[in-house]
């Protein structure tokens, strides 16, 4: 009794090789998004904390400004915030206004490294009354 085996059976090995290089290629593109994903999403979580920071030192200056103290023109400084160093800075100018309310606009950047080669900024601009 001899055994024959069908062409129509079993995988050639060309087959093989087509259906493993797709796959290797799938894989790799997996592990990149993986890779972006991680990227995007520290990314997102550093300017959350950005925010956070600026909305601190805003109610700083606020308080400042309740409790009628000095502001000062231009402040800068470092804070690291879970484990995250971000410099930050803020320029306080009067505004030219015809008006009885004179307001003063507060420019404020929150900058921390990224990545090896570049660094991100936050920058927001505001505007205070008198009180």
Request: net charge negative.
């Amino acid at each position: 009794m001899a055994c024959r085996l069908s062409r129509r059976n079993a995988f050639t090995l060309i087959e093989v090789l087509i259906a493993s290089a797709i796959l290797a290629t799938a894989i790799v593109f997996i592990f990149r998004s993986f890779n972006v994903m991680t990227t995007a999403v520290k990314f997102s979580q550093n300017i959350s904390l950005a925010c956070f920071l600026i909305e601190d030192k805003l109610w700083e200056i606020e308080d400042k400004q309740k409790d009628k103290l000095e502001l000062q023109e231009a402040a800068s400084g470092e804070e690291e915030i879970q484990g995250q160093k971000f410099k930050w800075e803020y320029m306080l100018a009067d505004i030219e206004s015809s008006g009885s309310v004179k307001l003063k606009s507060l420019d404020f950047k929150v900058s921390w490294p990224e990545n090896a080669r570049k660094e991100a900024i936050l920058d927001l601009v505001t505007y205070l009354s008198p009180k």
